[in-house]
């Protein structure tokens, strides 16, 4: 009894001692680089983690022929994006250049998920970027389908309807990032704007 009796006064001690080294550790100087450094390797961690439900999501084309080409081309390779807006929407300059960065972070947003390497390469050029015109719906779908045909990404913006176009309506294409050759065989006869 007496045995339990003197464990029993050993035990608020104990606690004190715990209580202060918690006061000590959790101090503004420890605590907040440890979340910094937490949240620094948390988004590493996230970055080097597939995307989750990419199937499901995802919006681009990536030719099935050509796409371990494109992603493993050479570094030396030259690498542009090409944009292509329907005329017949007769959308102002204001849209298309809003419809213009639609499409071109629509693409690299997804390109982030499975082609990181085929981006960097791009930037690595500068991002180049053309913008040319199509005449209509159909001549989009025919670029789109000859782009993703020999493997090149593609991303279509459909606008949300809430200023100059009918909600849902296809506005600008994008072609690439790819080779330039490849991509100049799809959209090089095109106009620019």
Known sequence: MFASFRN????????????????????PENFIPGVVI???LGLLWDLSQPGKDQSKKNKISVGKVQQRSLVTSNGDEELKMVLVVRRDLKMTTGKIASQCAHAATGVYAELMQSHRSLLRQWEQYGQPKIVVTCKNQQEMNKLKEAAEGIGLPTFVVADAGRTQVVSGSKTVLAVGPGPKESVDSVTGKQALL
Not at 15 to 24: A, C, F, G, P
């Open 38 to 40: 937490g949240f620094i």
């Open 8 to 27: 029993v006064s050993q035990h608020p001690n104990k606690q004190k001692q715990e209580r202060e080294w918690l006061s000590v550790s959790f101090k």
